[in-house]
């Protein structure tokens, strides 16, 4: 619930766009409050140690007019990959307000386990409780700033 970030877009330049965006650990929602508190813990995000989680773009490619992909450092839990996010910009206009904004949607999967998130339980059924692979979708909408 809690993050912050900008976006440099170009949009007649796509390429010589940036992204940087912070998110307190702490802030985590998942409607469930038991569930939120172990994720805070050191089970999971530890967010005493790694109070945040943050992305900062590299590279920026276009593949057609409307989508792209974002290079860059994704850190969780004190560990820094390289990853790539696929995106799509959704367009750009006037708000109700006279403000520019634009929208763009982004998708990547991550292992946890490159994160250092190893906690698990094995099931009675013999599997486990938290499967490796995050998925990640972004939606983000942006007022252009004068």
């Given at each position: 619930?809690?993050f912050?970030?900008t976006?440099e877009?170009?949009?007649?330049?796509?390429?010589?766009?940036?992204?940087?965006?912070?998110?307190?650990?702490?802030s985590i929602?998942?409607?469930?409050?038991?569930r939120?508190?172990?994720l805070?813990?050191?089970d999971?995000?530890?967010v005493e140690k790694?109070?945040?989680?943050?992305?900062?773009s590299?590279?920026?490619?276009?593949?057609?007019?409307q989508?792209?992909?974002?290079?860059g450092?994704?850190t969780?839990?004190?560990?820094?990959?390289?990853v790539v996010?696929?995106?799509?910009?959704?367009?750009?206009?006037?708000?109700?307000?006279?403000?520019?904004?634009?929208?763009f949607?982004?998708?990547?999967?991550?292992?946890?386990?490159?994160?250092?998130?190893n906690w698990?339980?094995?099931?009675?059924t013999?599997?486990?409780?938290?499967?490796?692979?995050?998925?990640?979708?972004i939606?983000v909408e942006?007022?252009?700033?004068?």
């Open positions: 619930d809690d912050e970030g976006i877009f170009d949009e007649s330049n796509a390429s010589a766009s940036s992204v940087a965006v912070t998110i307190q650990a702490a929602d998942t409607n469930e409050k038991d939120d508190t172990h805070r813990s050191g999971f995000f530890d790694f109070p945040n989680l943050r992305f900062e590299t590279k920026v490619t276009v593949a057609d007019g989508k792209g992909k974002i290079a450092e994704l969780i839990h004190g560990v820094t990959k390289e996010i696929d995106v799509k910009f959704l367009g750009s206009g006037k708000d109700p307000w006279g403000n520019v904004r634009a929208g949607r982004g998708e990547l999967t991550i292992s946890r386990r490159d994160y250092g998130l698990n339980e094995l099931l009675e013999g599997g486990v409780l938290v499967g490796d692979e995050i998925e990640i979708r939606d942006g007022a252009l700033e004068d």
